[in-house]
């Protein structure tokens, strides 16, 4: 039988047969794009950190610095980053809102002001939107924490795998282990063995990272460079800002504009989304986001 290909061969089939090959490579083609799609590792929303800034707020010089720092900062758990900036029109109100309604934002920062009696600060419309804890209703989609709570919060994270967190060299490898068992069961990266085996070790070395960025904050509080900001409200003043101002660089990234017009950065302050328990994860990664504010702007 004389099965060589020839060009006159070829021609024919090119002829007739175009028709199907292309289809048959489009399927293909498809049927991959699905295969890599199933398989492949889909951020939950703990491991998705989402920067936003609100209110008109102006991004500085180098705020782009920024959007390039989130992408590499955080621990092996953060698989996607983002940073946006919401206007305060009705516009960017919209679309606010459509991001809070998934639950979309880890934390935001917003400047706690008052342009004038007849505008209200972006906090306040903030507050209007139903974003701040007024004490009645803990089942809110779109909550901030109390920042003493959270920190408090953080240094119990840690407690769960040191003897002794603040001083210890390295975790407990075993509640480590436990640990990473339980929050990876359907985190598709960490099937084999040996994959578990590396998964630990990354796990030991995001929380190294977490307890050594978490000092850093800690003692930017003792020394006053972040300081908590009383978020006030008709019914009550709450604790749920991390005021920026102290940091002295902190207008290269954003700032705000008042009354008077100009950059301004006083009155700055950044909280963090509880999210329930879309926050379990992505929260404790806070942290290392104000270390590096420290250590870039400070």
Same mark, same amino acid.
């Given at each position: 039988?004389?099965?060589?290909?020839?060009?006159?061969?070829?021609?024919?089939?090119?002829?007739?047969?175009?028709?199907?090959? !292309?289809?048959?490579?489009?399927?293909?083609?498809?049927? !991959?794009?699905?295969?890599?799609?199933?398989?492949?590792?889909?951020?939950?929303?703990?491991?998705?950190?989402?920067?936003?800034?609100?209110?008109?707020?102006?991004?500085?010089?180098?705020?782009?610095?920024?959007?390039?720092? !989130?992408?590499?900062?955080?621990?092996?758990?953060?698989?996607?980053?983002?940073?946006?900036?919401?206007?305060?029109?009705?516009?960017?109100?919209?679309?606010?809102?459509?991001?809070?309604?998934?639950?979309?934002?880890?934390?935001?920062?917003?400047?706690?002001?008052?342009?004038?009696?007849?505008?209200?600060?972006?906090?306040?419309?903030?507050?209007?939107?139903?974003?701040?804890?007024?004490?009645?209703?803990?089942?809110?989609?779109?909550?901030?924490?109390?920042?003493?709570?959270?920190?408090?919060?953080?240094?119990?994270?840690?407690?769960?795998?040191?003897?002794?967190?603040?001083?210890?060299?390295?975790?407990?490898?075993?509640?480590?282990?436990?640990?990473?068992?339980?929050?990876?069961?359907?985190?598709?990266?960490?099937?084999?063995?040996?994959?578990?085996?590396?998964?630990?070790?990354?796990?030991?070395?995001?929380?190294?990272?977490?307890?050594?960025?978490?000092?850093?904050?800690?003692?930017?509080?003792?020394?006053?460079?972040?300081?908590?900001?009383?978020?006030?409200?008709?019914?009550?003043?709450?604790?749920?800002?991390?005021?920026?101002?102290?940091?002295?660089?902190?207008?290269?990234?954003?700032?705000?504009?008042?009354?008077?017009?100009?950059?301004?950065?006083?009155?700055?302050? !950044?909280?963090?989304?509880?999210?329930?328990?879309?926050?379990?994860?992505?929260?404790?990664?806070?942290?290392?986001?104000?270390?590096?504010?420290?250590?870039?702007?400070?």
């Amino acid at each position: 039988m004389d099965a060589r290909i020839t060009k006159h061969r070829l021609g024919n089939l090119l002829s007739y047969d175009w028709l199907k090959i !292309l289809a048959t490579v489009a399927a293909a083609i498809f049927g !991959l794009s699905a295969f890599f799609t199933m398989v492949r590792a889909r951020p939950s929303n703990g491991q998705v950190f989402d920067f936003q800034t609100y209110g008109g707020l102006t991004e500085g010089e180098y705020n782009y610095r920024l959007t390039d720092a !989130l992408e590499s900062m955080f621990s092996y758990d953060i698989l996607q980053t983002s940073n946006e900036n919401f206007k305060s029109d009705s516009n960017g109100m919209q679309v606010f809102t459509a991001r809070r309604a998934v639950k979309t934002g880890t934390v935001i920062v917003a400047a706690d002001y008052s342009a004038s009696e007849e505008t209200p600060s972006p906090f306040a419309s903030l507050c209007e939107m139903g974003l701040v804890d007024e004490g009645t209703d803990r089942e809110r989609q779109a909550l901030f924490f109390d920042v003493n709570a959270y920190l408090s919060d953080t240094q119990k994270y840690l407690s769960r795998f040191f003897s002794d967190w603040e001083h210890g060299e390295a975790p407990d490898k075993d509640k480590v282990q436990a640990y990473f068992s339980e929050v990876s069961k359907k985190d598709k990266r960490f099937r084999s063995a040996e994959d578990k085996e590396k998964g630990v070790e990354l796990e030991e070395k995001r929380i190294l990272k977490i307890r050594d960025d978490y000092l850093k904050v800690r003692t930017a509080f003792e020394n006053n460079v972040l300081t908590i900001r009383n978020f006030k409200t008709e019914q009550g003043e709450y604790p749920v800002g991390i005021d920026l101002h102290g940091i002295g660089q902190i207008g290269e990234l954003f700032t705000y504009q008042d009354s008077e017009g100009g950059g301004k950065t006083d009155a700055l302050s !950044l909280l963090i989304y509880d999210n329930g328990e879309d926050s379990v994860r992505n929260k404790y990664e806070v942290v290392t986001l104000l270390a590096y504010l420290l250590e870039h702007y400070n």
